[in-house]
């Protein structure tokens, strides 16, 4: 058997009508498939443990999570192959906390929420495959490194250290984020996942089916980074936002790294090391996207190549042809030396009232 333990938030307030409506029927979907279990509502808060056999509490989980008066469910805990039901007589009781005045029951509904706000902020924090993880029921402490080939996409942003230097700290964090939005958001809507965020770099990977994606996500970020240097105005910081976009397809280490005090679940390898070293020579070669021959040759869609001829990359002893693509969103590219003279163009009491 298995063991589902979940908290969610409402999405809108539930009423006492509601919540007995809820309970009728998750007792009788859960009655004749033989889940038991227990359901708690707290404030804008439910906590819920469903057990029974594996495929019947999947497809509860299921029936729940496309029940629009739930939103943000997280899960708690997984457990796989239970042999004792801790609920056997209920088919799915419901407590609703706000009708008791208990002193130990107010601790329950602060606990609850309490509960399903931390979650909330780790979730934010954590790398997906981990919160994925812990959805299946699976340990992440416990996953084994493994080498597999991934589509890798490192992207930064131009002169970030430059601009730095001129603008003040709020302005030049909200430019980062800025950033990190658009491209995190490129990436997940074409099937990729964003591993980590190092200052205003992002390193992201695909599977390996997913190179035409990867490079939609590219054009995607450019496009709305295009848009944003155009409405805005002279002084402000976004006018001078460009970036660029490394990708490589290859075998990587994938899994725990780090000490007793701070793992993270990230890739290594040679092939993540080539995609940094491509995105830093989109400043020289003034394309915002330089690719590997691999990554064109396992692409199904026909894109307009542009190939770049041996470049030298730092830390590869030989030359290697490398390719972009004939597309203005990714010749529309600045030297640092020409962001850095469009800053100097702005006046130093510009920078210092910018109002963005």
């Given at each position: 058997?298995?063991?589902?333990?979940?908290?969610?938030?409402?999405?809108?307030?539930?009423?006492?009508?509601?919540?007995?409506?809820?309970?009728?029927?998750?007792?009788?979907?859960?009655?004749?498939?033989?889940?038991?279990?227990?359901?708690?509502?707290?404030?804008?808060?439910?906590?819920?443990?469903?057990?029974?056999?594996?495929?019947?509490?999947?497809?509860?989980?299921?029936?729940?999570?496309?029940?629009?008066?739930?939103?943000?469910?997280?899960?708690?805990?997984?457990?796989?192959?239970?042999?004792?039901?801790?609920?056997?007589?209920?088919?799915?009781?419901?407590?609703?906390?706000?009708?008791?005045?208990?002193?130990?029951?107010?601790?329950?509904?602060?606990?609850?929420?309490?509960?399903?706000?931390?979650?909330?902020?780790?979730?934010?924090?954590?790398?997906?495959?981990?919160?994925?993880?812990?959805?299946?029921?699976?340990?992440?402490?416990?996953?084994?490194?493994?080498?597999?080939?991934?589509?890798?996409?490192?992207?930064?942003?131009?002169?970030?250290?430059?601009?730095?230097?001129?603008?003040?700290?709020?302005?030049?964090?909200?430019?980062?984020?800025?950033?990190?939005?658009?491209?995190?958001?490129?990436?997940?809507?074409?099937?990729?996942?964003?591993?980590?965020?190092?200052?205003?770099?992002?390193?992201?990977?695909?599977?390996?089916?997913?190179?035409?994606?990867?490079?939609?996500?590219?054009?995607?970020?450019?496009?709305?980074?295009?848009a944003l240097r155009a409405n805005a105005a002279q002084c402000r910081l976004r006018n001078f936002l460009y970036c660029g976009f490394g990708l490589t397809l290859g075998p990587v280490i994938e899994g725990n790294f780090g000490s007793s005090f701070k793992l993270d679940y990230t890739i290594l390898g040679n092939t993540v090391n080539m995609a940094a070293r491509l995105e830093s020579a989109t400043r020289s070669t003034g394309r915002a996207l330089l690719f590997e021959e691999s990554v064109k040759n396992a692409c199904r869609e026909v894109w307009p190549w542009e190939e770049m001829g041996p470049l030298q990359l730092k830390g590869q002893a030989t030359s290697s042809p490398y390719f972009s693509l004939k597309d203005d969103l990714?010749?529309?590219?600045?030297?640092?030396?020409?962001?850095?003279?469009?800053?100097?163009?702005?006046?130093?009491?510009?920078?210092?009232?910018?109002?963005?």
């Amino acid at each position: 058997m298995k063991r589902i333990t979940y908290v969610s938030k409402t999405s809108k307030p539930i009423s006492q009508a509601t919540l007995d409506e809820i309970a009728t029927i998750s007792a009788e979907n859960n009655g004749r498939s033989n889940v038991t279990g227990i359901l708690l509502s707290g404030g804008e808060f439910f906590f819920q443990i469903l057990e029974g056999e594996e495929g019947a509490v999947d497809r509860a989980l299921d029936r729940i999570s496309k029940d629009s008066r739930h939103c943000e469910i997280q899960i708690l805990k997984v457990d796989h192959q239970i042999f004792n039901r801790q609920f056997p007589d209920w088919s799915m009781q419901t407590v609703r906390l706000d009708d008791m005045n208990d002193a130990l029951v107010e601790a329950a509904r602060v606990m609850l929420a309490n509960l399903a706000e931390s979650r909330g902020i780790l979730a934010r924090y954590t790398q997906p495959t981990i919160r994925d993880f812990l959805s299946q029921g699976i340990n992440p402490l416990l996953a084994p490194c493994q080498l597999e080939d991934k589509v890798v996409l490192f992207g930064d942003i131009a002169a970030f250290d430059l601009l730095s230097t001129f603008y003040p700290t709020e302005e030049v964090a909200e430019h980062a984020s800025c950033f990190l939005e658009i491209l995190s958001t490129a990436v997940v809507r074409n099937g990729g996942q964003v591993n980590k965020y190092m200052g205003s770099k992002v390193l992201a990977y695909f599977p390996t089916h997913c190179v035409d994606d990867a490079i939609r996500s590219c054009l995607e970020a450019l496009n709305a980074v295009k848009a944003l240097r155009a409405n805005a105005a002279q002084c402000r910081l976004r006018n001078f936002l460009y970036c660029g976009f490394g990708l490589t397809l290859g075998p990587v280490i994938e899994g725990n790294f780090g000490s007793s005090f701070k793992l993270d679940y990230t890739i290594l390898g040679n092939t993540v090391n080539m995609a940094a070293r491509l995105e830093s020579a989109t400043r020289s070669t003034g394309r915002a996207l330089l690719f590997e021959e691999s990554v064109k040759n396992a692409c199904r869609e026909v894109w307009p190549w542009e190939e770049m001829g041996p470049l030298q990359l730092k830390g590869q002893a030989t030359s290697s042809p490398y390719f972009s693509l004939k597309d203005d969103l990714v010749r529309d590219m600045r030297s640092v030396d020409g962001i850095l003279d469009q800053v100097l163009s702005t006046t130093e009491e510009h920078r210092r009232h910018c109002p963005c």
